[in-house]
């Protein structure tokens, strides 16, 4: 028997986890009596490399926030309008969401109007925040593959159908060789070294480096033996944050990297990052960090109206405590940046407090840290897809 899926897929992480998983279905085919496995749909080039059929590149329009959105808004709906028209005319066993959930739920509902069965996998957390939306769940996805550890209670409490397959960035984390020849390069300065990371996206670049870049010109003064380990997710980006520099920046203690954050990681001391799923790396790999992030004003009173959140940090969501600090800017970031200055200080000052936080991170890591999530999401959805199979005359 042979197969298809359908993928939506709209941000960088998503599409480093959808390729992944990939990899695991390809592998895992023939044990479900499928003797070949197609998938297709709207994703990046890293499920292209998997081996899947891109018909659109949803990365390329991955935003945040309805202003972001509004601009996009017409080109949304023609990809929606192409998915729809794949859907129909290819009829694929079942449909694969990833994240992206403003877009996704459009692909849910249309995938279910057309009796085709829908799989979220890195569900939207609505723990979270839009718990109304868990109406919109129950009725367009058949099946949720949730991530961490506490989701499966409150779904299956909810009448949602839920599995608990783990967090594919541990997969990444596991089996990503890291670069041997840049480490040893890197790693052999005396001094102490920091991660930053501004993000992936380039909106939240252009809100987190400029307070990012305020905390170094400030700890390069109190700790000018410290090394600042900048690590971009594209070049484009990159170069943004350098534009953004002064002439007397360029006198400060700092390198920039594309590709490889990992790595930096791996080496650094402390970080400095953007909130996002990267911090369950710096859980993985027991780095001490200090988290920020950005909201405008209008998007802050938004957001306290629909939320129900008290962190922004998912090793913090996952211990119920403060482990990594964390600040939000609102409008101005001057007193974000005051915290996180102060923050990054007490990690630089005190080598027991980047230790006491790194055996924290530690210890979460070696509960829940563990890989296997895209295998375990790839069997679920191949048990699912093979049962249909099955019924088909």
Known sequence: MDGSLFFSVGEPSGDLHASNLIHGLKNLAGDFGLNRLETRGLGGSKMASAGCQIDYDLTQLAVVGMLEVLPKLREFFRVADLAEAILKRERPRAVVLVDFPGFNWHIARRAHQLGIPVIYYLPPQLWAWGAWRLKKMRRTVDHVLCNLPFEPQWYAARNVDVQYVGHPFFDEVASKPLDKRFLDEWGQYEGLQVAVLPGSRSREVENIWPIQLAA??????????????????????????????????????????????????????????????????????????????????????????????????????????????????????????????????????????????????????????????????????????????????
Not at 293 to 299: D, F, M, N, V, W
């Open 216 to 393: 170094i010109r400030e700890l390069a003064s109190r700790y000018p033996r410290t090394r600042f380990l900048v690590g971009a997710y594209r070049d484009s980006q990159c170069q943004s944050c350098r534009r953004r520099m002064s002439t007397a920046d360029q006198q400060l203690n700092i390198e920039f990297f594309v590709g490889k954050t990992s790595e930096i990681i791996e080496l650094a001391d402390c970080a400095l990052m953007k909130s996002g799923s990267v911090s369950l790396e710096m859980m993985a790999r027991g780095t001490p960090a200090v988290v920020t992030y950005h909201a405008s004003r209008t998007l802050y009173a938004i957001g306290r109206c629909l939320t129900n959140l008290n962190s922004m940090t998912l090793p913090n969501m996952i211990a119920g405590e403060t482990v990594m600090p964390e600040f939000l800017a609102v409008g101005s970031s001057s007193k974000a940046t005051e915290q996180v200055i102060s923050a990054m200080d007490r990690l630089l000052g005190d080598a027991d407090a980047r230790d006491a936080q790194a055996q924290k991170l530690r210890a979460l890591s070696a509960q829940y840290a563990q890989p296997g999530a895209s295998l375990k999401a790839a069997r679920s959805i191949l048990q699912i897809i093979s049962g249909s199979l099955a019924s088909q005359p």
